[in-house]
T-cell receptor, first 110, second 117 residues
Framework: EDQVTQSPEALRLQEGESSSLNCSYTVSGLRGLFWYRQDPGKGPEFLFTLYSAGEEKEKERLKATLTKKESFLHITAPKPEDSATYLCAVQAPGYQKVTFGTGTKLQVIP | DGGITQSPKYLFRKEGQNVTLSCEQNLNHDAMYWYRQDPGQGLRLIYYSQIVNDFQKGDIAEGYSVSREKKESFPLTVTSAQKNPTAFYLC????????????????FGQGTRLTVV
C-alpha cells in the first residue's frame, strides 16, 4: 500500500527564516510526486511534479527536490503570504490513484 | 478562463436526504476525481473516472454515487447511506489516463463544504 508521511505537522517561521518541509513516501515504483499548496477553505493549488530521484524544480521562493525515499520543499526567505498548508502526494505506475499526505501547516510571522 | 467549478460552496443536508454536488471543468481533461477532506487526514479518494460513461470506486466509495455522462461534468451524490457525510469535498481533473507513460498533475476546484443538520 502506498504511504505518504509529511513532517513537521506544523511549522512557524519568522519572515525571512528559511526552512524545509519533508515528505517521506513508500510506493511501488514512482510515476510522479506532487506538491500542492492549500489555503484555508480553498482547493489545493498545484506547485510541482517530480518524476525521478535527483530532480529539482523551483518557483519563486520554493524549491522541491526528490530522492528515492523522500522529497523536500525548501522555502527560502519566506513571506507571510507563503502561509498555507503544503500537501505532498505520490502516484504509482499504471494507476490513476494518487495518495496524499496529511500536510504541513506553515505559518510565516512578519 | 479554464478551470474547475464546484457548486454550491456550502451545502446543508438533513438526515436521510440525498444531495448532489456539482463539478464542471472546461480544461478538456479526460480524468476526473472526487476527494473527501477531513481535519487531520489526507485527501481520500471517493470515485474517479478516466473516460465518459466509465468510473471506478476509490478508497471510500460506500454511501456515494457518481455519473459521467459528459466529459465536462462529474456530479457526486451523497446518499443517506453515508453515515458521516459532514466534510469538505474536492473535485479534480487531470489530462491523461493511467495507461499513458509519465504522470500528470490534477487541478482542483474550490470545494464544497457539506454539513449535516
Amino acid at each position: 500500500e502506498d504511504q505518504v508521511t509529511q513532517s513537521p505537522e506544523a511549522l512557524r517561521l519568522q519572515e525571512g527564516e528559511s526552512s524545509s518541509l519533508n515528505c517521506s513516501y513508500t510506493v511501488s515504483g514512482l510515476r510522479g510526486l506532487f506538491w500542492y499548496r492549500q489555503d484555508p477553505g480553498k482547493g489545493p493549488e498545484f506547485l510541482f511534479t517530480l518524476y525521478s530521484a535527483g530532480e529539482e524544480k523551483e518557483k519563486e521562493r520554493l524549491k522541491a527536490t526528490l530522492t528515492k525515499k523522500e522529497s523536500f520543499l525548501h522555502i527560502t526567505a519566506p513571506k507571510p503570504e507563503d502561509s498555507a498548508t503544503y500537501l505532498c502526494a505520490v502516484q504509482a505506475p499504471g494507476y490513476q490513484k494518487v495518495t496524499f499526505g496529511t500536510g504541513t501547516k506553515l505559518q510565516v510571522i512578519p | 478562463d479554464g478551470g474547475i467549478t464546484q457548486s454550491p460552496k456550502y451545502l446543508f443536508r438533513k438526515e436521510g436526504q440525498n444531495v448532489t454536488l456539482s463539478c464542471e471543468q472546461n480544461l478538456n481533461h479526460d480524468a476526473m476525481y472526487w476527494y473527501r477532506q477531513d481535519p487531520g487526514q489526507g485527501l481520500r479518494l471517493i470515485y474517479y473516472s478516466q473516460i465518459v460513461n466509465d468510473f471506478q470506486k476509490g478508497d471510500i466509495a460506500e454511501g456515494y454515487s457518481v455519473s459521467r455522462e459528459k466529459k465536462e461534468s462529474f456530479p457526486l451524490t451523497v446518499t443517506s447511506a453515508q453515515k458521516n457525510p459532514t466534510a469538505f469535498y474536492l473535485c479534480a481533473s487531470s489530462l491523461e489516463g493511467a495507461s499513458l507513460k509519465g504522470s500528470t498533475e490534477a487541478f482542483f476546484g474550490q470545494g464544497t463544504r457539506l454539513t449535516v443538520v
